[in-house]
């Protein structure tokens, strides 16, 4: 199970934080991801931190902005937005999955998702 939160409202240039709070198996045994998906369009991986927290890897589009982080104590996943744009308006989803599809940023490499948290930017 994963459970998101920190979503909300907030103006160009500002910050949020996403929590994403995980089983510890889910935490421990694959890799963790933020997707995002606006209003008629596809979802879109934006970060990925591998199981061990070893490696992370971000899209284009918010590379530089976003940092994706982990506490093992707490299995909780963090996504930190900066220099928010008003195209980085979408609900931004929690996923934990493994294998190539997974390591890849692919929606069909995750099994496990969250229920989303909005994030607006005006």
């Known amino acids: 199970q994963l459970v998101e939160s920190g979503g909300g409202s907030v103006q160009a240039g500002g910050s949020l934080r996403l929590s994403c709070a995980a089983s510890e198996v889910t935490f421990s045994s694959h890799c963790l991801a933020w997707f995002r998906q606006a209003p008629g369009k596809e979802r879109e991986g934006v970060a990925i931190?591998?199981?061990?927290?070893?490696?992370?890897y971000y899209s284009d589009s918010v590379k530089g902005r976003f940092s994706i982080s982990q506490d093992f104590s707490k299995n909780t996943v963090y996504l930190q937005m900066n220099s928010l744009k008003a195209e980085d308006t979408a609900m931004y989803y929690c996923?934990?999955?493994?294998?190539?599809?997974?390591?890849?940023?692919?929606?069909?490499?995750?099994?496990?998702w969250g229920q989303g948290t909005q994030v607006t930017v005006s």
């Open positions: 931190i591998s199981r061990r927290g070893g490696s992370t």
């Open positions: 996923a934990a999955g493994r294998g190539v599809d997974a390591h890849l940023l692919r929606p069909s490499g995750y099994g496990y």
